[in-house]
């Protein structure tokens, strides 16, 4: 019997290394671990607001995303797909992913806010709502949620603990997640009452995913916005982590003649579009961009974006 498994075993590896010297090509038409927390992208989601409801699957069985999945998302967080031209993003719903599995995997997770419009979130913060002006809400970027038996402190402190993204917590089981840069809060630490003028200085730059094959195009969205009105600069550069001292030139698409890409309303800040080099090491890295035509001298001159990863 022993030895039945053993010849077996040799001749599931010698199938293997067949197969690895005949599709030595395979590995790049395969779907990445598109994001660093992924989960196993399986969501049961339920929205207060507007008491829709849907069991959901970011993936297929070949690891690609599932556009009905996304579509469904869309729905049950009242997000108006076709007028933005994107879905409620792909990171914070795999991050979400990730964290339910490890507190509650298949338990339902209860919304108690999704998307918000700038109208609705001026309504609920004219209210006394824990609403920030440039609210990440409003960019498809955020929920406030809870899992029925979880407690909303230890979710808050496990989330806070991988450095990733916007957490809230307000006391009691719901607490907030967000795509944009890493920071956390509590009730008395939010700053969402503040009536500090805006300006852009909380702009955040975001990608469309964290890990990137060499020579892909990579979308760059802007966040956080305040006041629309403002350029930025065709020029970018990614920055390698290991090596801050030697930016990498990328351009940004642009038909854009004057060498200041404007920025007017939503959508335009949603789509910037860049191609990687094709030559670039493996490594990780961050975008920066820089502003021009800025409406305030308080909005920053440069942001940089979340880091990304290039693989082999």
């Not at 970027?141 to 809230?168: H, P, Q, S, T, Y």
């Not at 090596?243 to 351009?251: F, G, L, R, T």
């Not at 890295?285 to 990304?308: D, G, L």
Request: hydrophobic share 35%.
């Amino acid at each position: 019997m022993n030895n039945k498994f053993t010849l077996l075993a040799v001749i599931a590896a010698f199938l293997n290394i067949v197969a690895m010297f005949y599709c030595g090509h395979c590995s790049a038409n395969q779907p990445l671990d598109r994001f660093y927390l992924m989960g196993r992208g399986a969501l049961h989601l339920k929205n207060l607001r507007n008491e829709k409801e849907a069991r959901i699957h970011l993936l297929n069985r070949d690891g690609s995303f599932n556009e009905r999945g996304f579509d469904d998302v869309d729905r049950v967080f009242g997000f108006p797909t076709e007028e933005k031209g994107e879905h409620i993003s792909p990171r914070l719903l795999f991050m979400l992913s990730y964290f339910s599995d490890q507190v509650a995997p298949g338990k339902m997770i209860t919304i108690e806010s999704g998307y918000r419009s700038p109208d609705y979130n001026n309504k609920i913060r004219e209210k006394g709502a824990n609403a920030a002006k440039t609210s990440a809400h409003i960019d498809g970027m955020a929920l406030d949620f809870w899992i029925e038996g979880i407690d909303g402190k230890e979710l808050w402190e496990m989330v806070r603990a991988k450095n990733c993204c916007g957490v809230g917590h307000y006391g009691g089981k719901t607490i907030h997640l967000d795509a944009g840069r890493p920071r956390y809060w509590e009730a008395a630490t939010s700053g969402t009452k503040s009536e500090k003028p805006d300006d852009n200085r909380h702009i955040f730059l975001s990608t469309d995913f964290d890990r990137y094959r060499r020579g892909e195009e990579i979308t760059l969205s802007l966040s956080g916005i305040s006041t629309f009105g403002f350029g930025v600069l065709p020029a970018a550069h990614l920055y390698n982590s290991a090596d801050v001292e030697q930016p990498i030139p990328i351009a940004i698409q642009t038909k854009n003649k004057s060498g200041c890409i404007m920025i007017s309303d939503h959508k335009s800040s949603r789509f910037l579009s860049a191609s990687l080099p094709p030559k670039l090491p493996a490594g990780k890295f961050r975008v920066k961009i820089e502003f021009c035509e800025k409406p305030f001298s308080q909005m920053p001159s440069e942001v940089f974006s979340n880091e990304i990863e290039l693989i082999r």
